[in-house]
């Protein structure tokens, strides 16, 4: 196994343990609400990482429409510690292990390990169909705004991709 596919093993390993802590303490802070929306957020380097999350009863107390497709409006980001453990830190070392061009692969691993880790939680029943799933930048560029709807499109069903994509 190549060096860039343990790294990406390794991430996705980490962001999984990570998200799960964040769902249990979500479902520990707010045992009457229900989660409709989960997203992990980085910046365009993907040298950090967090996550935020959201309900039917927080949306339904938003005055914009859009809410359920903007996580950077959302309420909810309990346990965001979760990441500093593991996550956020062989985030940095790799980025910082790159040089010239494979800073570009790192972006591109980085953020396909972000989301194959829903994916697999998804599948796991960790999350079920009716959660909005997302990975982005909390001020993206061109590259990572790609990034994202390639996310959304993988990790939602069809339908929820075109709602998303009506919103932009």
């Not at 069903?157 to 932009?168: E, H, L, P």
């Amino acid at each position: 196994m190549s060096k860039a596919a343990e790294y990406a093993e390794r991430l996705e390993e980490v962001v999984k343990d990570a998200v799960l802590r964040t769902v249990a303490e979500f479902k520990r802070r707010h045992p009457r609400e229900h989660m409709n929306g989960y997203a992990l957020l980085t910046d365009d380097g993907l040298g950090t990482l967090g996550h935020v999350a959201c309900s039917k009863e927080f949306i339904a107390s938003e005055s914009e429409p859009d809410t359920l497709f903007l996580p950077v409006d959302w309420a909810y980001d309990d346990g965001v510690k979760a990441f500093d453990r593991q996550a956020r830190p062989l985030l940095v070392s790799h980025a910082d292990a790159c040089e010239g061009g494979e800073f570009l692969a790192h972006i591109d691993d980085s953020f396909n390990a972000l989301v194959s880790a829903l994916m697999s939680l998804r599948g796991d029943g960790v999350f079920g169909a009716d959660v909005f799933l997302s990975v982005g930048s909390t001020d993206p560029s061109d590259r990572l705004e790609r990034l994202e709807e390639n996310a959304v499109r993988a990790l939602n069903s069809d339908a929820v991709y075109r709602a998303w994509k009506n919103t932009r």
